[in-house]
């Protein structure tokens, strides 16, 4: 059984890269809080960033402190959610969740001349972005492009955002007009025969890493039996949160959780835009309610983080980062280590 990365300090929401030859991971970081369980998420109540780094599995562990607080970010009012990090241009970028001053998530970029930070915020999100959970790919085998995947149900208020007419809080997503509708909040979301699941969404980022260069899409999650998009009611293989992209023997592999199922999943496709096909599960179900992964190869092999709620005897709100090894088979699917 893993154990956990660091024990003084809880975290969660792993996102792994390898910079410079070393293993930097970017959690989030949890705390106690008296705010009682609910499904908004409320009492997942970070407020700043540490950055891990290791330079081999199982080796010792370098905590580099808070590198990010939600004090100094001017459009934050709270809840600085599960971030991930990419380096481009000589520079290292940290991208973030939080909420905004009228309790909307917003997606923003903070920026270091160094992996392990400190990171200085841009002072407003990234014009177009909503929801949580930002997954950076920057794809180096094909011209180093850099996408942002993002998107989260119930608390992370992908269902809130609805296509109308309409002012108010409001951001673009291709030619379609999106209005945050605070009503949808809470633990909603699509159902009934024949209704497709809510998908994440992607958009390519500016070359300067700082903006959104596309409008935000949908992005297509299929299942392998039918090719048609997963519906609904499927939920071991609809998406929740957790988005995450690596690519594998020219193949793109897509993962995420489905939330309240509580598998760690993944589909495959020919291209960062998807369409992604389901291919079968990474992970069951480990002790807490969440479950949000990264799977990065590090000195030739590759190796799953993900997090789970043992150090703290299964209270929810405080997880633990833990490692496994993965492999692939000659078929490209992913299996644990044994």
């Given at each position: 059984?893993?154990?956990?990365?660091?024990?003084?300090?809880?975290?969660?929401?792993?996102?792994?890269?390898?910079?410079?030859?070393?293993?930097?991971?970017?959690?989030?970081h949890d705390r106690e809080t008296d705010i009682a369980f609910n499904d908004n998420g409320d009492q997942y109540d970070m407020a700043d960033y540490h950055v891990l780094s290791m330079s081999e599995?199982?080796?010792?562990?370098?905590?580099?402190?808070?590198?990010?607080?939600?004090?100094?970010?001017?459009?934050?009012?709270?809840?600085?959610?599960?971030?991930?990090?990419?380096?481009?241009?000589g520079k290292f970028y940290?991208?973030?969740?939080?909420?905004?001053?009228?309790?909307?998530?917003?997606?923003?970029v903070a920026v270091s001349d160094k992996p392990e930070g400190p990171f200085v915020p841009q002072s407003n999100f990234l014009e177009g972005s909503y929801s949580i959970d930002p997954a950076v790919f920057v794809d180096e085998e094909a011209g180093g492009e850099?996408?942002?995947?993002?998107?989260?149900?119930?608390?992370?208020?992908?269902?809130?955002?609805?296509?109308?007419?309409?002012?108010?809080?409001?951001?673009v997503c291709g030619e379609k007009k999106l209005v945050f509708d605070a009503s949808k909040s809470g633990p909603q979301?699509?159902?009934?025969?024949?209704?497709?699941?809510?998908?994440?969404?992607?958009?390519?980022?500016s070359d300067d890493m700082l903006s959104l260069a596309t409008p935000v899409r949908e992005l297509q999650i299929l299942a392998p039996e039918t090719g048609m998009p997963i519906?609904?009611?499927?939920?071991?293989?609809?998406?929740?949160?957790?988005?995450?992209?690596?690519?594998?023997?020219?193949?793109?592999?897509?993962?995420?959780?489905?939330?309240?199922?509580?598998f760690l999943?993944?589909?495959?496709?020919?291209?960062?835009?998807?369409?992604?096909?389901?291919?079968?599960?990474?992970?069951?179900?480990?002790?807490?309610?969440?479950?949000?992964?990264?799977?990065?190869?590090?000195?030739?092999?590759?190796?799953l983080f993900y997090h789970d709620c043992e150090l703290s005897e299964g209270v929810d709100h405080l997880?633990?980062?833990k490692v496994r090894e993965i492999v692939y088979d000659e078929e490209g699917d992913i299996h644990l280590a044994q």
């Open positions: 059984m893993s154990k956990p990365l660091v024990s003084h300090i809880y975290t969660a929401d792993p996102s792994a890269h390898v910079f410079n030859n070393k293993l930097y991971i970017y959690p989030s599995i199982n080796g010792p562990v370098t905590d580099h402190g808070v590198v990010l607080r939600d004090k100094d970010i001017p459009w934050v009012s709270k809840q600085l959610w599960a971030p991930d990090a990419a380096a481009k241009n940290l991208f973030f969740p939080a909420r905004d001053h009228e309790g909307i998530f917003r997606i923003g850099a996408y942002l995947y993002i998107g989260g149900i119930w608390g992370g208020q992908l269902q809130c955002w609805v296509e109308e007419e309409g002012n108010g809080n409001d951001s979301e699509p159902s009934g025969e024949g209704v497709l699941a809510l998908c994440p969404r992607v958009a390519q980022l519906l609904a009611d499927d939920h071991e293989r609809r998406f929740f949160e957790a988005a995450w992209m690596h690519r594998y023997n020219g193949t793109y592999y897509f993962s995420y959780s489905t939330g309240d199922t509580h999943v993944y589909a495959t496709g020919k291209s960062p835009w998807g369409p992604f096909t389901y291919r079968g599960k990474i992970l069951d179900p480990v002790l807490g309610w969440t479950t949000h992964h990264s799977i990065v190869e590090f000195q030739g092999k590759w190796y997880r633990s980062v």
